[in-house]
């Protein structure tokens, strides 16, 4: 791979990792609920999700979805339920009030549940794994690929979707003295978890 084709893969992934959907929103949603430090923590669990996204591609597991209709649909249900799972349990979660930035709910939350969350959101959508099947080839032979050539481009996607991850996190860190009083964190919690709904009801009546 040139270096021009190096760029291009950078420009590609970052545009990719920055697009809307459940992931980036969690990594908002964290931001605004925990504070930047721990919400770029768990962006962790993203990262980790992605990279196994990257071995079941190269093992053709990608492949394999993109070819089986009910594979994908059972992968794509099971993700499905779980966005909406994660929706209804945000919204039915208590409005705990931020306090000059320094909420119990973020102070009592731990980094691993937020790594986890991180994970399962990520691999709860199988289009995800079609797309980085789709990308590979495009820049590696993905018959015979070079482990070196291997582990730059997921050392690359790591790095990249770390950043852009992170960004959102940070960003949205910004407003958490939004959630001064209690009624703004019922309103949080309620758009929080209509959003992951909507994202897993979305997700479920998709097609490829």
């Known amino acids: 791979m040139s270096l021009n084709e190096y760029l291009i893969f950078?420009?590609?992934?970052?545009?990719?990792?920055?697009?809307?959907?459940?992931?980036?929103?969690?990594?908002?949603?964290?931001?605004?609920?925990?504070?930047?430090?721990?919400?770029?923590?768990?962006?962790?669990?993203?990262?980790?999700?992605?990279?196994?996204?990257?071995?079941?591609?190269?093992?053709?597991?990608?492949?394999?979805?993109?070819?089986?209709e009910i594979a994908f649909q059972v992968i794509k249900v099971i993700g499905a339920i779980y966005l909406v799972y994660l929706g209804v349990k945000i919204w039915l979660s208590p409005a705990v009030v931020n306090v000059e930035g320094n909420s119990k709910n973020g102070a009592d939350v731990k980094t691993l549940w937020l790594c986890k969350r991180a994970f399962l959101v990520t691999m709860s959508n199988p289009k995800a794994l079609i797309y980085i099947s789709a990308l590979l080839p495009q820049f590696i032979n993905i018959d015979r690929p070079s482990l070196e050539h291997l582990l730059l481009i997921a050392l690359t996607i790591g790095v990249v979707q770390f950043v852009a991850f992170s960004l959102y996190a940070i960003l949205s860190s910004r407003a958490r003295y939004w959630l001064s009083n209690k009624r703004n964190c019922q309103l949080f919690n309620r758009a929080s978890g209509l959003t992951f709904m909507g994202f897993g009801v979305s997700l479920g009546l998709s097609g490829r």
């Open 10 to 68: 950078i420009v590609i992934t970052f545009t990719f990792m920055l697009s809307p959907g459940p992931a980036t929103f969690n990594c908002m949603n964290n931001g605004i609920r925990y504070g930047a430090r721990k919400s770029v923590l768990g962006v962790l669990g993203n990262v980790a999700a992605f990279q196994l996204l990257i071995v079941l591609s190269v093992i053709g597991l990608g492949a394999i979805l993109a070819a089986s």
